[in-house]
């Protein structure tokens, strides 16, 4: 049941707003950012109750709070005197939240989510060892569709009558963290968003739907970045220039071709390893020659934690309606939701489990106490 339908059925208990000490966390990333930068006219305005940082502040809030469920629901929230002291906020109308979303610019967000993925570092110490001569940052790169409202009509997917948002992401996969994302229309290229994010130095793993375009490949290299990408089981336009000796761990692990090839009419000579597991074929197109035909095939096993995030971020938003439909609005929102899984990431060393989740909740809702949450996350003091 959402909030705002329970405000009509029922009292509000305040004290299950408790003050969820991530948010202290958010304001001083938040802070940093507005550092040096000078308000617009329409921040400055001294009529203006609902400031910058309060909207941005109240908006996580909402989304850290399993309670709240709609923007209607979190500006009733806004009006307990414990959830004002908590945030440093004042009363909200439902006039004003839905305005805000095009006052305030969610660039700035960009900045304070970069900024607390840059900070996140996860131990890892599961990893191959040979990928620490790599000396590049491996990524795995995808999208996935957020479901819009129809009346969303700027958010084009297939036609008028279906809408969505899609989330581009560079997935960091040392540390298992988004790290640069693009929001577009439904329909948009994934190619050319991950070109918008290209950077020299990055290694890229994709699966078939970017290697569609053989020329991307020459563009990838141009950048002086790096690629994994699989292409479709019949490639087009393949010339083998000279096949590798295929030894035993790579036998081990499905491959049965090992190539350097010309592809198309790609200036470079790429490499073409093919795997098959389990009755399927993987086709394997990469520029790094150096590369073990194993530890290939490792790498593109890796590509699955990017679905697993996009899986975990999904099930943040789905509990919720959008609190705002405008592009500028939807931006908040998903930057807010990353920030959201940042912070639990920050507060834990990784990203927590349904379970984990369940547990958060009920501490934020006051079911659990610090103690209890402790203890069933095993955090250490």
Known sequence: MSMARASKDQPFEKERFQRFKLIEAFRKALDLQLLGRKPTSTENDPRRELTLPRYFTLFLFGLFNPMIKSMRGLCEASHFESVQKQLQCL??????FSAAQRLFD???LKGVFEELSAGFKKNTNQQDPRLKDLQTTLHAVDGTLLKALPRMAWALYQDENNTAVKLHCKFELKNLKPAQIKLTEGKYCERKALKAMFSPG???????????AYGYFDEIIEIGADFLIRIRNQP??????????????AAQVGVVKDCRIQLGDNLNPLRWVQVQVDGKVFNLITNRMDLDADLISHLYRQRWQIET??????????SRHWFAESPEGVAIQVYLTLIASLLSMHALGRAPNIRERELLSFYIVGMASLKELIRGLKIKR
């Open 202 to 212: 990055e290694f890229y793993i994709a699966d078939r739907y970017y290697g569609g």
């Open 236 to 249: 087009r336009s393949i010339r083998v220039l000279e096949s590798f000796k295929i030894n035993q761990p």
């Open 106 to 108: 969610p660039e700035l």
């Open 309 to 318: 995030f996009f899986k975990w971020f999904k099930c943040l938003m789905s």
């Open 91 to 96: 009363p909200v109308s439902l006039g004003s």
